[in-house]
């Protein structure tokens, strides 16, 4: 009999793809969104629709799956803080009691590495960094409060890891490539300082097959039970040279244009002080927490993951021409019914 997995976030950038590698392994899947997606119910994927804040709908999908893969989260840098606490750390709690309630013995949570992230410098940084003591926006903060839960909720009868992938890009990408073509259009894509601060993004289907791999490793007592992993591509490169080669992939012209970092936060502390005042909704143009991930150096020690999940992450020069040759129509464009996604 095959082995059941629930993804959360099923219709996601991650998400969807964590449902694919699944699938081409020979697991059944079910996948638990706001909506119902054709990309997945194509494929032979059970959808379950409804929201992380809703305990009885998360247990209907959690029953009688032998993993569950949490990634669905409310996304993005600006906005109220009950919303982001409602999924983020309430819709966490909820596929807890879930798992336990339905005797799930692993979860694998999708974190990010914001959840230590406190606007300077991560330079090959392991898993023992702290949580800072503020957080710079109510994503970080709030998905640093649901590691908490997780790694907490470890223990002889539900095993849990907490994965930290750091910004995913790929084909199908709804998240960061779409927001720099929205500045681009805007005139007002630059480079924050002066562009040779180091990231190490990770790859979206080696990410997705490091999560699967996590969810096979783990089980009460197993090394990864409990653990934290950093996730990148092991490559670090110049937030300058990572950008534009994305651009170029694309067809797009390179990003040029540089602010200083001083000059940046200013202005982003400016913009969102108007905006709490006036009691504007929409993101603003520039917000501290985008100014600090654009112009800090960010990368890790990712031995952790290498040593307990067998990770081995594809050069970033073979996911770049994949990036170029293979355009990956994404589950978001196939929906088939279901209101608006606020957490995929």
């Not at 032998?66 to 909820?94: E, M, Q, R, S």
């Not at 993951?305 to 996911?319: K, N």
Request: hydrophobic share 40%; glycine share 10%.
């Amino acid at each position: 009999m095959r082995s059941l997995a629930l993804v959360t976030g099923g219709g996601g950038f991650l998400g969807s793809r964590i449902v694919s590698t699944l699938l081409d392994e020979g697991w059944a899947v079910r996948s638990f969104s706001s909506r119902t997606y054709l990309e997945l119910t194509s494929r032979g994927v059970s959808c379950y629709t409804g929201d992380l804040r809703d305990l009885t709908a998360v247990g209907e999908a959690v029953r009688g799956c032998d993993v569950v893969f949490h990634a669905g989260a409310k996304l993005g840098i600006w906005g109220d803080y009950a919303g982001y606490h409602g999924v983020n750390v309430g819709g966490t709690a909820n596929v807890i009691q879930a798992c336990r309630a339905n005797g799930v013995r692993r979860l694998v949570f999708t974190s990010s590495p914001n959840a230590v992230f406190n606007g300077r410098d991560l330079r090959n940084v392991n898993e023992n960094i702290p949580y800072p003591k503020k957080h710079l926006n109510h994503y970080a903060s709030t998905k640093a409060q649901a590691e908490q839960l997780v790694l907490a909720a470890n223990g002889p009868e539900l095993a849990t890891a907490v994965l930290r992938p750091h910004i995913i890009w790929g084909p199908g990408d709804n998240q960061f490539l779409p927001r720099l073509k929205k500045h681009l259009r805007a005139r007002r894509m630059m480079l924050i300082g002066d562009g040779e601060n180091l990231v190490d993004p990770v790859f979206v289907d080696t990410a997705a097959r490091v999560h699967v791999e996590a969810g096979k490793r783990l089980f009460p007592g197993s090394p990864v039970a409990g653990q934290v992993y950093f996730i990148s591509q092991g490559d670090p490169r110049p937030m300058r040279q990572f950008l534009n080669e994305l651009m170029q992939a694309e067809g797009l012209a390179p990003v040029e244009s540089t602010m200083p970092f001083p000059a940046a936060y200013a202005a982003a502390w400016l913009f969102e002080a108007v905006y709490r005042a006036f009691g504007v909704n929409s993101e603003p143009p520039l917000t501290r927490f985008a100014a600090c991930m654009m112009a800090r150096t960010s990368y890790f020690d990712i031995s952790a993951a290498r040593r307990d999940l067998g990770y081995h992450p594809e050069p970033f020069a073979e996911c770049l021409r994949r990036l170029r040759d293979r355009a990956v129509p994404t589950a978001q464009s196939r929906i088939v019914e279901g209101r608006e996604n606020t957490y995929d």
